[in-house]
């Protein structure tokens, strides 16, 4: 959602990153116009890997090279960022445009269907493509980021979450592009090796078309209820979510079964903050892994 500071379980080695990002496909798909940049590897069940702010295809990479044995996987650049192309227009970032993104993608890869993992925004994409067009979700996993219901009930009732995301007013100002300090996109990052490419891919990213995803999508004050329930996600889902993400308080994982017809899993990392995928990459995997394998 933002950013904090990162202590990773495990450096990265230069080389490994180096070694794959050199080893990966990268492809373009199509969205009326809207290029959409994503980078892919291994043969199997597709796996649609979905980044949030501030991050790239790469911010995947640990889990995606230990599942590409196995697996198709595959991260964009979501729009606004890096390779993929930077709408102008504030409402070219409106959630209903963001998942049929993911829908070119898995077009343009030849697939019908795909098992969606998103984090944080690209959590918030993945919760309404399951909701918006479930026939493409094989299966969900979400990673720090709330049902969008939930967010809305936090955002109304839990005086915690809404002093944890008054950052989101600064984000939403028109001119907040003007004078947030690019550099502070990459500062979360303590591998040396990752920061310098999360700082080439920030530099070569749109910063308003990166908050419009706020100014579009986020729920405004006073954040009543929707008038109706969301169509209840059909795929099986896991949760993952960082204990000490002071950004999504993990009250937003409250009673989210009622919005799933479908399993339910949820994990939570103890001392985990909100980049788990980064932080803790090792766990993440296996967690994935294991619960992919069960056929869940």
Not at 19 to 46: K, M, Q
Not at 105 to 115: L, Q, S, Y
Not at 118 to 143: I, N, Q, S, T, Y
């Amino acid at each position: 959602m933002t950013i904090s500071s990162a202590k990773h379980s495990k450096t990265a080695t230069g080389a490994a990153l180096a070694t794959f990002e050199a080893s990966v496909e990268h492809h373009y798909a199509d969205n009326r116009g809207v290029r959409i940049h994503y980078a892919a590897a291994g043969s199997g069940p597709l796996l649609v890997f979905l980044h949030g702010f501030p991050d790239h295809w790469l911010g995947w990479w640990q889990v995606m090279d230990s599942l590409r044995s196995d697996y198709r996987v595959v991260a964009l650049d979501m729009r606004g960022y890096n390779l993929s192309d930077q709408p102008a227009e504030p409402q070219a970032y409106a959630v209903s445009e963001l998942v049929k993104d993911v829908r070119a993608v898995i077009n343009h890869e030849g697939a019908e269907r795909a098992t969606i993992i998103g984090h944080d925004w690209g959590g918030f994409v993945a919760w309404h493509l399951a909701m918006d067009m479930p026939e493409l979700v094989e299966r969900l996993v979400v990673l720090n980021m709330p049902h969008p219901w939930a967010i809305s009930r936090e955002l109304a009732s839990n005086p915690a979450q809404q002093k944890a995301s008054e950052y989101v007013t600064l984000f939403s100002h028109p001119q907040a592009h003007l004078q947030f300090p690019r550099e502070r996109l990459a500062a979360w990052v303590t591998d040396p090796a990752f920061q310098a490419r999360q700082q080439q891919a920030m530099d070569n990213s749109s910063l308003n078309g990166m908050l419009n995803y706020y100014r579009v999508n986020w729920p405004t004050p006073p954040c009543s209820q929707h008038a109706a329930p969301p169509p209840k996600v059909q795929a099986p889902t896991l949760l993952m979510h960082g204990l000490q993400d002071p950004y999504a308080l993990p009250a937003g994982l409250n009673d989210v079964w009622q919005w799933i017809n479908n399993t339910l899993d949820i994990y939570t990392l103890p001392e985990a903050a909100h980049f788990i995928q980064h932080d803790h990459a090792p766990e993440v995997t296996a967690r994935l892994r294991a619960w992919l394998a069960r056929g869940s």
